[in-house]
Each structure stands twice: as structure tokens, then as C-alpha cells.
């Protein structure tokens, strides 16, 4: 029997203005249930939580080191576990054509390091074979975290969502800006915690059946949304650097003149081919990657270079690419199979941090899993598991659809271990 070892991470964002409520309770319940249901040890369990300021912070770097950790020392055999309990974002990946959602969809560190899901996918690739790698995110847009793998329940890729596309711009062709300008707003609104009702059924310019920003809720208790929209990314990485001058097309270059080294390695290889391509006097160039970054970042390029700060873009230059390819949209290479997501939601859909009258407060996803467990003495399938936490929130009134992402094999395998 091989070892049994989990990652645990819980962020509440406590004093801003992206605070949740559950984080930190879903994390607790989870380790609870590692020891007392699937017989982990509690040496073998690692935390991560914002609760104070005592502990190690669950920064984008530590929990990249910390999972780094898990996967390094993982043999043949053993079973590997990561929960997350936190905010969710989603960038427009740099050309919206190869991506299976068309975002790099990431979960939000406490310091707004952002983690994506080419840097999962990367991850779990270095799992041995042999070794089962299972990712619970009860997050909002956790739908498309695992980038490439396979969708055995939900329509977060495009392949599903092709369709739905397609009856859209049958129906109207002027939807897309209109869609455009809908989302501008409702991330206003958002990101002061105001949330605007949709029809459940009505379409979106981003693919799919549009549920997302909203979900029914249940009436005797208060629900927020686990979704960071960009308005507020943006506000809170300029109070973090004290510039005004942050906007969308700056979000990656300004990840990485915070972080260096400790960036997303999706955001230094951006900026490494955007540096490349910068030096070679193709700023000018409409519609490719520079077009997409924005004059403020390229002017930031600018001053870097013309002020003799080469030594800043070090890790970007150091920082391995094979191909523009994963910079533009994620790299060509195998699906990961070692590894299972349970997303909270669907990549367009957001995920719900819920507070009872009581006070007792936690995730959607996060109690289903609790509920369903509690009430099943042995083993659960990932694909039951999922399939049950989608019944049991349609029937407490939230619209969320939880995903499963892995290889076929894996669908009927038991949660965890």
C-alpha cells in the first residue's frame, strides 16, 4: 500500500474587499475527514490558511513550493491529494484560439500570485506513473484548472461548448459585444459584492450555457461568489504596488514585475518570447502578442530595457520555452493522466462561499462532498461523487455543476484512494 499524503489550502482574504466566509472551515472538515475516513496520517498532511499572520502564508510561492514538494517526493503507489478552498479568476489567454477554454483559468493565492492551469497540467505531468494525483478546487471558473485534460463530466472545454456557440452566432451576430459589455459591467458590480440576476438559460459570448456570476441560492442563509473578477485583480494589484496604471492588458507583466522568480511559469514564459519579440522591434505588430499586452506594458518593456534593468527580466530569460506555442494558448503535449479534478462549477460558472443563519459558513462544493461522504460508508467513484454533489446542489437551489476532468480509467475509481 503506498503512502497517503494531501495538501490543504484554505483563503478567506480576511480585511479586503475579496473576503469569503468558508475557506478555512472546509479546509478543517477536509482534514478530519482524510484522518478519521481515508486513514492518512496527520504528519502526512500539509495546511495552508490565512487564518493569521503566525503561520506560513498560503502565498502563490508556498503553495507552489508546497506542491512541488508533494509531487517531488511521490513514488509508484502512493496517492496524492490537493484541496483548495478559495477565490477563482480567469485571464483571456493571449489569443483565445488553441485554449480549451479560451482563459487561462487560475485559483488566487492570498497574495494575488496567480496559479493557472498550465501550471497544474505541468504539475501533474511529473507525477510517477503509477501514483494517483486527485485536485478538489471550490472555486469559482475550476471548470478548465486542469488545462488539456480530459471532460468526463461538465462543458468547461470548448469541444462541448462548440455547439452552443455556434446557436449563438446563428441567432445574433451582434451578441459578442453586447455579451462584451454585459461582463465590463456585471465585474463592476462584482467586485463590490452586488450580484446581477441572468436567466439560467440565456447564452454567452464565452461558450456554453451561461451560468455564470450567478447561482440560485438558498433562501434561508447568505451566499457570495468564489470569483475574483478582473475589476478587482486589478484594484488590488494597485494598491499591492501603489500604480494606477494596471489594466488588463498589463495584468501578466505586472504579476511579473511583483513576483520575479516566484511568478507563474506561464507568466514568465510570456515574458520571455514578449521580451524577445520586443527587442527585435516588433512592438508595432497588430493582432499578435504585443498587440494583445497593451501600451502600458510595452512602455514598461521599454523603460526596463532603455534604464539598463535587464537583471529584472532574469527570470523570465532563464525560464525554459520550447515553443511560443505555450505561451500563446498551452503547449501541444499529452494530456496529463495521472492526475483527477472535481471542480466546483464549469469554467464559465462560478462557485458558492455560503453562510447559514447560524453562522456556519463553507462552500457549496466543499459541503456536498462532506454530506455525501457522511452518508456513504464505503467507497465513492469520482464519477459518483460528482454526479451526486450536482443532484444534491440542483436540490438545495444552486445552478453550480461540479466537473470531472481525468483519463478514462480513473472515472471509476474510488475519491482518493
Not at 471558473?141 to 470548448?158: M, V
Not at 521580451?275 to 498587440?291: P, R, T
Amino acid at each position: 500500500m503506498g503512502r497517503k499524503r494531501a495538501l490543504l489550502v484554505g483563503i478567506n482574504y480576511p480585511g479586503t474587499k475579496a473576503e469569503l466566509k468558508g475557506c478555512h472551515n472546509d479546509v478543517d472538515r477536509m482534514h478530519r475527514c482524510l484522518v478519521d475516513r481515508f486513514g492518512f496520517e496527520e504528519d502526512d498532511i500539509r495546511v495552508l490558511v490565512d487564518r493569521d499572520s503566525s503561520g506560513t502564508q498560503p502565498t502563490g510561492a508556498n503553495i507552489r513550493r508546497a506542491l512541488a514538494q508533494l509531487v517531488g517526493e511521490a513514488r509508484p503507489g502512493d496517492f496524492l491529494f490537493f484541496h483548495y478552498s478559495g477565490h477563482g479568476t480567469r485571464l483571456p489567454a493571449e489569443t483565445g484560439q488553441n485554449d480549451d477554454t479560451g482563459y487561462d483559468e487560475c485559483i488566487v493565492p492570498s497574495d494575488m500570485n496567480l496559479i493557472t492551469d498550465q501550471d497544474f497540467r505541468e504539475l501533474v505531468q511529473k507525477v510517477p506513473n503509477g501514483c494517483l494525483f486527485t485536485i478538489v478546487s471550490d472555486s469559482c471558473h475550476s471548470g478548465g484548472l486542469l488545462d488539456s485534460a480530459k471532460e468526463q463530466i461538465g462543458n468547461s472545454t470548448r469541444q462541448n461548448q462548440t455547439q452552443s456557440r455556434e446557436r449563438e452566432e446563428q441567432s445574433d451576430s451582434g451578441s459578442g459585444f453586447r455579451s462584451f459589455l454585459k461582463e465590463t459591467v456585471r465585474d463592476v458590480f462584482e467586485s463590490e459584492g452586488i450580484h446581477l440576476p441572468r436567466s439560467r438559460h440565456s447564452q454567452s459570448h464565452y461558450g456554453g450555457e451561461d451560468q455564470d456570476e450567478t447561482y440560485a441560492q438558498p433562501t434561508d442563509g447568505h451566499t457570495k461568489n468564489r470569483s475574483l473578477p478582473l475589476s478587482t485583480l486589478i484594484e488590488m494589484l494597485k494598491e499591492k504596488t501603489g500604480k494606477d496604471d494596471i489594466d488588463v492588458g498589463s495584468i501578466r507583466m505586472t504579476l511579473f514585475n511583483i513576483f520575479g522568480d516566484d511568478a507563474s511559469p506561464k507568466v514568465k514564459k510570456f515574458m520571455k518570447v514578449m521580451l524577445g519579440k520586443f527587442q527585435q522591434g516588433q512592438s508595432g505588430e497588430q493582432g499578435g502578442l504585443m498587440g494583445m499586452v497593451g501600451s502600458l506594458a510595452q512602455e514598461f518593456l521599454k523603460v526596463k530595457l532603455e534604464g539598463n534593468e535587464e537583471e529584472a527580466f532574469k527570470p523570465a530569460i532563464e525560464q525554459e520555452v520550447h515553443s511560443v506555442d505555450e505561451v500563446y494558448a498551452g503547449t501541444k503535449t499529452w494530456a496529463p493522466n495521472n492526475g483527477i479534478l472535481i471542480s466546483g462549477c464549469q469554467s464559465n460558472q462560478t462557485s458558492a462561499d455560503a453562510t447559514t443563519p447560524q453562522g456556519s459558513s463553507y462552500g457549496a462544493l466543499s459541503n456536498a462532498i462532506q454530506t455525501i461522504l457522511a452518508d456513504k460508508r464505503g467507497d465513492v467513484s469520482n464519477k459518483d461523487l460528482v454526479t451526486k454533489a450536482r443532484e444534491l446542489l440542483a436540490k438545495q437551489g444552486y445552478t453550480q455543476q461540479p466537473g470531472l476532468y481525468c483519463s478514462d480509467e480513473h472515472v471509476h475509481v474510488s475519491f482518493i484512494c
